[in-house]
């Protein structure tokens, strides 16, 4: 073999090998998940803390450790959490609505008001801009 190929096969082994290696946060993410599945709610929310005890700018594990611990009626641990998760990635905002949604109808005017707010700040989209500060708009 010439070196020239020599060169291939070592670096195409090391691509190989580098898509192989899965980061530790994603290994307790992707545990957290099949716990989930498995409704071992307790093993999930220790699986998604590792992963945010490695790598904190993880804005999926801090989603799914809100949805854990709203799971198990932890609402302000859960609010805090999805803060998280919505200043990491604005895009989760959408998810979010969801939350608000129930803040509002189970008589937490005051928490989904604060997250009508949140989500306003990084949402886009003209027409849930409109709909949530009608939502503001709205006597508690």
């Not at 993410?29 to 699986?47: L, P, Q, T």
């Not at 790598?55 to 998280?84: D, M, N, T, W």
């Not at 200043?87 to 608000?100: G, H, I, Q």
């Not at 997250?115 to 503001?136: A, G, H, S, T, Y």
Request: charged residues 30%; hydrophobic residues 45%; proline residues 4%.
């Amino acid at each position: 073999m010439n070196r020239q190929g020599l060169i291939a096969l070592v670096l195409g082994g090391l691509i190989l090998l580098a898509g192989c290696a899965t980061a530790p946060y994603l290994r307790h993410y992707d545990r957290g998940m099949g716990f989930i599945k498995e409704s071992k709610i307790n093993r999930a929310e220790a699986e998604f803390r590792r992963a945010i005890r490695q790598k904190p700018e993880f804005a999926e594990a801090h989603y799914r450790l809100g949805e854990v611990l709203l799971s198990q009626h932890q609402i302000e641990e859960a609010i805090a959490e999805f803060r998280k998760a919505v200043r990491l990635k604005p895009e989760v905002a959408l998810n979010l609505y969801l939350l608000a949604v129930i803040l509002d109808k189970d008589g937490k005017r005051k928490e989904a008001r604060e997250f009508w707010v949140d989500i306003l700040r990084v949402e886009q989209d003209p027409w849930r801009i409109l709909i949530i500060k009608q939502r503001l708009a709205e006597p508690d």
